[in-house]
Structure formats: C-alpha cells, structure tokens
C-alpha cells in the first residue's frame, strides 16, 4: 500500500463523533480526509472540520464533511496534518505546500495534533528540506537580502512557470537551504523577529502523536513532552 494512504486512513480512526477536527493540506492529509469523508458518509459520523487551505476547503466540503471557518470555532479537538520533516526530538518542518500559516494557525488552537508521515521523513536533524518562510509582497526582496547576509541561502518559490509561488493569503514563500539546522528555536524566535515575515515553518514543541508509515504497517509514536 501507498504509505501516505496508510498513514491517512490510519489517522482518520482518531476522529470520534462530536469532534472539531482540524483538517490539515497536502498529499498525505489528502488521504485523511478521503477517509474521514467516507466515515461522515458510511458511519454518520458527526464532525465540524477547520481546514488549512483553499484546496483541503475543496476536498472537504466536495466529500460532505461539515466545515466551520476558524472564527467560528472555540478550539479544535484534534488536528492531523502532514509534514515535511519530523526530527528524532520530534520538531517539524512544514510549508513544503505553501500552507504553513493556516496549518500553525489551526495547530495552535488544537488540543491534539497528530503528524501523519511516510517513513522518509523521519530524520536525525532537521534542515535537509528548505525551511519555508511566508513573507508579504511588499518588500520581500529586503526580507531575502537580510536573509542572504544572515548566511540563510534564501530562495524565493517559484512554479513551474517560473512566476512566484502565492500562498493562500497571497503572500510569498522564501526557502532557506540550511542543510542542518542547529539550533531550531532559536532560528525560529530570530525569523519571529523580522519584519515582513508572516509565518515560518517550524512547528516546535507542538505535535501529540506521529504516525509513520512504513512497509511493515504503520507505526504509531505517542510523543511526550
Ligand atoms: C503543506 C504542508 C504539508 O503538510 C507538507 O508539505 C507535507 O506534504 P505531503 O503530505 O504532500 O508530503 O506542510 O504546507
């Protein structure tokens, strides 16, 4: 089996009725909430999804399961969500889909927050996966120089049509190739410092439960902190 479908229909087990579930992006969530939709469909379960794009709105609301935007909720249950890179402390790297503001956003308000992973993005250390950074439009050339001199080997995302990549906010991404990052709260409280950057995408100290996939089965890791 396909281990991101393993490791999303695996998730998808964790939502129980009544839940608000945060509804994570990308190609892995994408399987959880395929699963999630048919357990709405087939079991009657009873959700209120939060989602953390545009196109995980699409999917959602495409296969019926109940959304309410995040104003119009107190706090959210439960969050499952992809990621990039899972560290052997487990901290993580997201943004690889540009979703990584909403997905923080959502995460924060959760009581629970599981990462859903095929196994090679388990890692030693974080940074072999450029860490992306959402910057606003407006001076985002400013934010990369900083970075530049900073030594952070800033990237600005492109598409394939080579035009920059937008965000849902309609922002920009800058990827920093760090190769490893040594010291991650510290690069995450000196990016939380610098004007005109949104949101960057390390996920410190915030996920309950990992589940990795792998050809065995999936494995299931309570984290403890
Ligand atoms: C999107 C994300 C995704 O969760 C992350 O990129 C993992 O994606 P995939 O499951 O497609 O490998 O952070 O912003």
Redesign the pocket.
């Known amino acids: 089996m396909n281990l991101?479908k393993m490791v999303g229909y695996k998730a998808a087990e964790f939502i129980e009725d009544g839940m608000t579930v945060g509804l994570?992006?990308?190609?892995?969530?994408f399987y959880m909430v395929e699963a999630l939709g048919r357990r709405v469909e087939e079991e009657g379960l009873k959700v209120t999804g939060v989602t953390t794009?545009h196109r995980t709105t699409k999917q959602a609301s495409e296969l019926g399961i109940p959304l309410k935007d995040i104003d119009e909720v107190d706090s959210i249950d439960l969050t499952i969500?992809?990621?990039?890179e899972i560290s052997e402390d487990f901290q993580g790297i997201?943004?690889?889909?540009?979703?990584?503001l909403f997905?923080k956003m959502v995460a924060d308000l959760s009581d629970e927050v599981i990462w859903i992973?095929d196994e090679s993005?388990m890692v030693k250390r974080l940074g072999a996966f450029p860490l992306?950074v959402e910057v606003v439009k407006f001076g985002h050339g400013q934010v990369k120089n900083l970075f530049e001199r900073k030594g952070l080997n800033p990237q600005i995302r492109l598409d394939q049509n080579g035009q920059k990549v937008e965000t849902d906010s309609g922002n920009y991404v800058i990827d920093l190739k760090l190769e490893i990052i040594e010291k991650p709260h510290e690069l995450a409280a000196f990016l939380d410092s610098v004007t005109g950057v949104v949101e960057h995408?390390l996920f410190l100290d915030c996920v309950s439960k990992v589940i990795v996939g792998k050809t065995g089965g999936p494995e299931v890791i309570e984290v403890m902190r």
């Open positions: 991101k994570g992006t990308g190609s892995t969530a794009s969500d992809g990621a990039d997201k943004g690889g889909g540009a979703a990584h997905e992973v993005k992306p995408g």
